[in-house]
């Protein structure tokens, strides 16, 4: 088993900055992709970023040039680096970690832009 903890959320205004974290422990060998993806009130969850453990990125059309994403695999934690935030960013994010045919989500950190 996986347990994946997210933290770094809150209310930012618009134009600002938040970091996100989110660290994987327990039976931890095996990672792969870890990522993170949002999901507002009645919207489907989507994808934000996600990255391979060999540092290949993906991002949504909607993040590019605001987010990026990074990982520490001896700290097995990867991080979203939000900049220039918009309202329409308002969601709560999930974090993902694949280990071989298994997908592990965290609890979900919300993160609120608003003036």
């Known amino acids: 088993q996986v347990q994946v903890v997210e933290s770094g959320g809150g209310l930012v205004q618009p134009g600002g900055s938040l970091r996100l974290s989110c660290t994987a422990s327990?039976?931890?060998?095996?990672?792969?992709?870890m990522g993170w993806y949002r999901q507002a009130p009645g919207k489907q969850r989507e994808l934000v970023a996600v990255i391979s453990s060999r540092g290949s990125t993906n991002y949504a059309d909607s993040v590019k040039g605001r987010f990026t994403i990074s990982r520490d695999n001896a700290k097995n934690t990867v991080y979203l680096q939000m900049n220039s935030l918009k309202p329409e960013d308002t969601s709560v994010y999930y974090c993902?970690?694949?280990?071989?045919?298994?997908?592990?989500w965290g609890q979900g950190t919300q993160v609120t832009v608003s003036s």
């Open positions: 993902k970690v694949v280990q071989r045919s298994w997908n592990y």
């Open positions: 327990g039976s931890i060998f095996g990672i792969t992709t």
